[in-house]
Structures are given as C-alpha cells and as structure tokens.
C-alpha cells in the first residue's frame, strides 16, 4: 500500500509516469499480478544510496547543537557518524525499488536507453493510479529523484536532508536513494520503496534476530538474490501500453491478444514516434 513519508516528494495525481521493459517482462507482470522490485546494490550507478561527504560533514557540524560538547568529546562525535555510515552500508541490499520515468509524452530517449526495439513496451500511468494500485501489504513509499552536484551548500536536497523535524533513521535509509547525480537528469526518473523495517522483520522470522538494528549488526545472508515481486491491482496501475515504434505489427497484435487473455481490459496500441508525418501535417506544421 502507498504511503507518504515526509521529506520524499512523491508525484502529482496528474503526473505521467512511464516503465519502458521488455515482452517477458510485462507478461510476466499480467501473470503475477506483481511488480518486480530490485535491490538497491543491483543497479549500474556505483554512486546508487551514496551518501555525499558534504551532507555527512554538516551531520558532524550538526550534533553540536545536539549533544553538548563537555560532555562528549569529538572522537565520539565521529564514531556516531561512522556508526551510522555503517548501518547505512548493511542495508542497501535490503532496499527494494521499482523504477519509472516522468514525462508527458512517450521518450525515444527512453526507448534507445533500454534498447527496447522488436520486444519493447511501455507502460503508461499517473501519480494517482500509481498510488492506488499498490495492494501488497507492505508500505512503499513513491519519491521523485533529486539530481544533485553533491558539494553545493544551496542544493535542495541538502537542504532538505538536514531538516530537523524528519527523524534520522528515516533519512538515511531512504533519503539516499531519492538523489542521482546531475548527469543521470535526463531520466526524471520517480522510484517506489518498500518500508524496510517491516520487510525485514517479517524476512527473518525464522531467524533469531531480535531487532532489524541487531539484523544489520550480524550481517545475516540475502533476502533474495536480485529482487522480489510486490502485489498490485494491474487493471488500476495500467493506463495504456504502448508497443516499441521499431516492432512490427504482429507484436503489436500479439501484445494485445495476450492481455485479453489474462482479462485486462486496458488499450495497447503501437507506437507512432516513427511514423512518416501526413499531408495535412506537413501542410499545417509548415512540413520541410
């Protein structure tokens, strides 16, 4: 189920939101009824929940006025930052998200990223049906990614980071994959995350682990290997499908022969990013 959490800036109801994947992919998506949510450290940015040095220095500047400093020297100071540091290090394999791209209309950009040519779709729909799709048990959280230089005293994320009011723990575990670099911009990419603590706890019942703090101090193996599903209702989340400009008719016939068979009633259609523009187009767009 959604569920908001301050300090994550999840989109608007009447956002366009978009998941460019393959066939098999999205077949397997109708059968399950579930999206695929991956870990954390599987993904091909090394920088992904990397914490920027300049938020970590302003957390150390920052327990001055939290900790009196007759009473606790500056090694300890350091220790409780590195304290943290860890805890945040254990736990990127147990952070679960599923990836979407905000736009109002489809990307070729999007299409060529992923290579998603003879077998590409993609699947179209808002912030609101995004939100009230979400069935499984377990809360997820929807966060537009902050793009950020890292260093810059002024960044919104920073700033909003070393808010106050939003309790730690919170921050470090989520916070730090709700930001890319500057260079990932043109993704504008919203990401879903599922709450931790719970899924954790609820991982390692069988496993004598008294607290999810005592989970990440032991080290324990993997939940799972790459990722796990997480129930949805598909004919909410589903606005459209729209099959990859570069496929041909058929796929785009067979596409929409298999969703009926699972009993969707959504529309898919071929994409038309490719198709040569008409008279009445070139003579009223002014043409070459």
């Known amino acids: 189920m959604y569920e908001e959490l301050d300090g994550i800036n999840p989109p608007n109801d009447t956002d366009i939101l978009w998941r460019y994947t393959n066939f098999e992919v999205f077949v397997n998506l109708l059968d399950t009824e579930a999206l695929y949510f991956t870990r954390a450290d599987k993904f091909e940015d090394p920088y992904e929940g990397f914490i920027p040095q300049s938020i970590m220095d302003a957390y150390k500047q920052s327990l001055e006025s939290v900790i009196p400093t007759e009473f606790v020297e500056a090694i300890m100071k350091t220790e409780f930052v590195e304290a943290i540091m860890k805890r945040h290090e254990a736990s990127r394999k147990y952070v679960m998200c599923n990836c979407w791209h905000q736009n109002v209309v489809e990307s070729m950009a999007m299409w060529e990223k992923y290579h998603m040519r003879n077998s590409g779709v993609a699947i179209k729909t808002t912030g609101a049906k ?29 700033q909003n980071f070393l808010q106050n009011d939003i309790p730690l723990a919170k921050k470090l575990t989520y916070f730090p994959y709700l930001q890319k670099r500057k260079e990932y911009e043109h993704e504008q990419e919203v990401r879903l995350i599922v709450d931790i603590d719970r899924f954790v706890t609820d991982a390692l019942t069988n496993q004598t682990v008294e607290t999810v703090d005592t989970f990440f101090e032991t080290g324990l193996p993997d939940i799972c290997e790459i990722g796990m599903p997480f129930d949805i209702d598909v004919n909410m989340l589903i606005d459209e499908v729209i099959v990859s400009p570069y496929a041909k008719d058929w796929i785009t016939e067979t596409l929409r022969s298999v969703v009926q068979k699972f009993g969707f009633n959504f529309d898919v259609r071929a994409s038309t990013l490719l198709d040569a523009p008409t008279s009445d187009e070139l003579i009223n767009g002014g043409g070459l």
């Open 130 to 158: 995004m939100k009230n799709s979400l069935t499984s048990e377990y809360s997820i959280y929807i966060g537009k990614i902050e793009y950020i230089y890292g260093d810059a005293d002024d960044d919104p994320y920073m």
